[in-house]
């Protein structure tokens, strides 16, 4: 992985799941109910090709509904397991195992589904030395939980928010009148934040590399203008100390053609809004041998 694996804050993960389990349990579980509830084990069991993650999520669930529950995990978090692989079992009380499983595995598919995609994103572009990024386009109100799904899968966070990162993109270079000019005026209101400029031509291009930034965002450029942008970039003076990023329009078919122009990063909406979620299942009883 491109970095250390951290998950969200503890308080984090928990208001996650205190929302998922409100808007799923209301009033209470009238089907587990119907159940005695006495000491139960459980499995849960991905059924296809993944990589695995949720597991604070997953825990989270069940934690709330049995304090006392035990959960072995047989994988890793960002582990890749093969179709059929139990990666967890259980042992409980039967109601609260009962009630936590539509809503722990919700956490575990969508958030597996998100590390899937992204590791493939990851391996087509492996050994161009191009860094995979997430954008802004999560699942809303899960997106401290998407963006650690996207590290588990390899790739890398772009900005969390509108807070922690300056974008200038055409409409600020329209009223500024310029790229230098929006840079300037980025930097004197906000000078410690990291500043991403999006640029439309190589004029453009040569103008933030002069004024400078912590990274330039080449917008709908052609493949022979993406590969003169990066000879611009890393010749002298620049010598490469601003990286160059590209988004927008790319698809897994068309990636590696991408890296190997020499882009520095490429980030994709689709690894946080494109969801498939992980076929995996929980059920009741002792996991299977085989």
Same mark, same amino acid.
């Given at each position: ?61 069940? #934690? ?5 529950? #035990? ?87 772009? #900005? ?65 203008? #993406? ?64």
């Amino acid at each position: 992985m491109s970095a250390p694996l951290h998950p969200p804050a503890a308080e984090v993960v928990e208001a996650d799941v205190a929302r998922a389990l409100a808007e799923d349990i209301g009033s209470g579980d009238v089907t587990a109910a119907l159940l005695p509830d006495v000491p139960e084990i459980a499995y849960v069991l991905c059924k296809e090709e993944a990589v695995i993650c949720g597991r604070p999520w997953f825990d989270a669930c069940h #934690r709330a509904l049995d304090p006392q529950v #035990r959960i072995d995990w047989h994988v890793a978090e960002g582990d890749h397991v093969a179709a059929g692989t139990v990666v967890a079992t259980l042992a409980g009380r039967s109601r609260a195992l009962v009630t936590g499983e539509r809503t722990g595995l919700n956490f575990l598919q969508t958030l597996s589904g998100t590390a899937t995609t992204t590791a493939a994103y990851v391996q087509a572009v492996a050994g161009t030395g191009t860094r995979i990024l997430d954008t802004r386009k999560t699942l809303p109100g899960l997106r401290q939980a998407q963006k650690y799904a996207v590290r588990a899968g390899g790739g890398d966070n772009h #900005r969390h928010g509108l807070y922690d990162t300056v974008m200038l993109k055409e409409n600020h270079v329209r009223v500024a009148g310029s790229v230098a000019a929006a840079i300037a005026a980025a930097r004197a209101q906000l000078p410690d934040l990291p500043l991403v400029v999006e640029v439309e031509t190589l004029e453009q291009l040569r103008e933030a590399l002069d004024a400078g930034c912590e990274r330039i965002l080449v917008d709908d450029f052609s493949a022979d203008q #993406r590969r003169e942008a990066v000879r611009i970039a890393r010749g002298h003076p620049h010598d490469g100390r601003i990286p160059l990023e590209v988004s927008g329009g790319v698809d897994l078919a068309g990636l590696r053609a991408i890296a190997e122009d020499g882009v520095d990063v490429i980030s994709i909406g689709a690894l946080t809004k494109h969801v498939r979620a992980i076929d995996l299942s929980m059920k009741l009883g002792p996991a299977p041998t085989t």
